[in-house]
């Protein structure tokens, strides 16, 4: 056993200096065991010795097996940062040949359009459109619907609207949602649309939008039929055209990555449109 002074010996040195290492620490607990034993006579040594083997091994064991812990641990953090460096570069690979899939025969299409000889422009116009919804909703997940919403004018009054001219796909019916000015969504959205330095606007719940947008009363009473909502402008320089949106009875069926990809596309359209105006 232990004497009161060898027992406040072995706590000095355990809980002395913090800059011991655990190695220091194991031999001393051992050694200072083996002494305490041998203090009780050198007659019994041999038991002594083996108390403070023991002792050793004790305190020995558990610092291995923390050590093949952590090393354990550290090599399957690595191993999870190479899945996950490997994971992302997989979907970045997937999405840039989605986008090429998509956009490539979208281009295609719209130069053949824009170069037709003895074509109406606003035939080709409207040609341009169906084209862009027709070939852009298949890609996409099932039941979102593309659209094209056009920008309304009246000559005699400043009047404006955004509306859906009947160009749609991916879904049966239309949007019946406008956005008209004087009123709060319609000036949100005609405002936001305008501007060209804006994000392509997504709304992954209509019911729950951001605050700082402003929603049509279709949306709040779920009367619109989709969840969610994604719009890009179509723009020719400054002068807004109309906006495509993407919609959706799911959500989750939409993600921001599908907004900018509808921001490309709007891009492609506002070109052929502007080529098609100078026919």
């Not at 009780?40 to 040594?45: A, I, R, V």
């Not at 090599?75 to 998509?102: D, F, M, P």
């Not at 659209?147 to 859906?164: A, D």
């Not at 993407?246 to 599908?258: W, Y």
Request: proline share 5%; with cysteine.
């Amino acid at each position: 056993m232990f004497t009161g002074k060898t027992s406040r010996m072995a706590w000095a040195i355990f809980s002395g200096s913090t800059w011991w290492r655990w190695e220091a620490g194991t031999i001393l607990a051992g050694v200072g065991t083996a002494v305490a034993y041998a203090f009780q006579g050198w007659e019994n040594w041999p038991l002594a010795a083996s108390g403070g083997i023991c002792t050793l091994m004790a305190i020995v064991l558990p610092v291995v097996q923390a050590r093949k812990a952590t090393a354990e641990a550290k090599r399957v953090n690595e191993a999870a940062a190479v899945e996950a460096r490997i994971a992302a570069q997989t979907a970045l690979g997937n999405e840039k040949r989605r986008l090429s899939r998509l956009l490539e025969p979208l281009a295609k299409e719209l130069i053949h359009l824009t170069h037709a000889a003895h074509r109406d422009p606003a035939d080709v116009r409207r040609r341009l459109k169906f084209m862009v919804v027709q070939t852009v909703a298949p890609k996409l997940a099932d039941g979102v619907r593309v659209s094209f919403f056009k920008l309304q004018k009246h000559t005699i009054t400043p009047s404006r609207v955004l509306v859906c001219d009947g160009i749609s796909d991916g879904r049966d019916g239309h949007p019946s949602t406008t956005f008209p000015l004087g009123e709060d969504h319609g000036d949100f959205m005609l405002n936001y649309m305008s501007n060209s330095t804006n994000a392509p606007l997504f709304v992954a719940n209509v019911r729950n939008p951001p605050p700082h947008i402003k929603s049509p009363p279709e949306w709040l009473s779920g009367a619109c039929g989709y969840e969610t909502f994604v719009a890009a402008p179509v723009l020719s320089k400054r002068d807004l055209l109309g906006m495509l949106t993407l919609d959706s009875e799911r959500q989750g069926a939409l993600v921001e990555e599908d907004a900018e990809t509808l921001a490309l596309i709007a891009c492609l359209l506002a070109v052929g449109l502007q080529a098609a105006g100078r026919k």
